[in-house]
């Protein structure tokens, strides 16, 4: 019954989220600027370089919402 640590990771997926993966294309796209996603239960946390990354993307957070399709509340975070 004992399985290796390799036979574990064998099946195991390791690709992103959508969710993150639309999140960190938005930002990207419009703003050429890599973000950090950490997605929990309810809230998909998202830390920024700068304040002023932070500020825009707090007034575009229904669009963000809608290009990661979820209903997860979007917490913005400086680095």
Do not use: H
């Not at 973000?35 to 309810?42: A, T, Y």
């Not at 998202?46 to 919402?65: D, G, H, I, Q, Y």
Request: proline share 4%; charged share 35%; glycine share 0%.
């Amino acid at each position: 019954m004992s399985n290796s640590l390799a036979d574990l990771l064998a099946n195991k997926d390791f690709d992103e989220p959508e969710e993150m993966k639309a999140i960190k294309q938005y930002v990207q796209k419009n703003y050429q600027v890599d973000v950090e996603i950490q997605l929990r239960d309810k809230e998909i946390i998202v830390t920024t370089p700068s304040a002023a990354l932070a500020n825009t993307l707090r007034l575009k957070l229904p669009e963000l919402r809608k290009a990661a399709a979820t209903d997860k509340r979007i917490v913005l975070r400086i680095r």
